[in-house]
């Protein structure tokens, strides 16, 4: 089974949206940041599925495939390595898709809502070739918002991940959401690629 990266924690809808500029109050399949993930998936599941990105090894990502979830093909939980309650840090929520235009019209449709429900959030969009791919020919189009007027980083992120070449072979293209905390933002920004 190909594993889901969200490298950049890059994703896909909401699946519950709370007004407030706290992202502890939003959910993805039920799951908050600030959430155990020992809450949702046993600790076995969890070292089992899990990964590292980056050259920095402070975060774990663990994915799960569940045909239980409602609105998404798979979720990823990101937590400190050394939390022994996997307390959650960033959280995603994917759908797989198998071609760029598939990828490009639900991607499209999620940023609609989100710029719909986020009329007042500061929002950058970007695209380019996907890191995770040296060819270049992976591709990402990507829209950030920040939601909290606080908030050095954007703490949410809707994406479509296209993977070509050897990439799609390790990887699943998709489109989702991403949900991080300040510190998994520092983190991806000050150290994870160091």
């Known amino acids: 089974m190909k594993r889901l990266l969200l490298i950049l924690i890059l994703t896909f809808s909401f699946q519950t949206l709370v007004k407030a500029d706290d992202i502890k109050n939003f959910e993805i399949e039920g799951i908050s940041i600030g959430d155990s993930a020992l809450d949702y998936f046993k600790k076995k599941q969890l070292d089992d599925k899990s990964y590292t990105f980056g050259t920095n090894d402070k975060y774990l990502t663990s994915y799960f495939y569940k045909s239980e979830f409602q609105n998404y093909d798979a979720v990823e939980v990101t937590y400190l390595k050394n939390d022994k ?79 070509e070449g050897e990439a799609a072979k390790k990887f699943s293209s998709n489109a989702g959401v991403t949900i991080k905390d300040a510190d998994m933002n520092d983190w991806l920004n000050n150290e994870a690629y160091n």
């Open 85 to 163: 309650n996997y307390i959650i840090k960033g959280i995603s929520g994917g759908n797989i898709v198998s071609s760029l235009d598939e990828c490009k019209t639900k991607y499209n449709k999620i940023k609609k809502d989100l710029n719909s429900y986020f009329k007042d959030a500061d929002s950058i969009n970007d695209e380019g070739s996907h890191p995770s791919d040296t060819t270049g020919k992976s591709k990402y189009f990507r829209t950030s918002y920040s939601i909290n007027p606080n908030s050095n980083y954007f703490e949410i992120e809707t994406s479509c991940i296209f993977y």
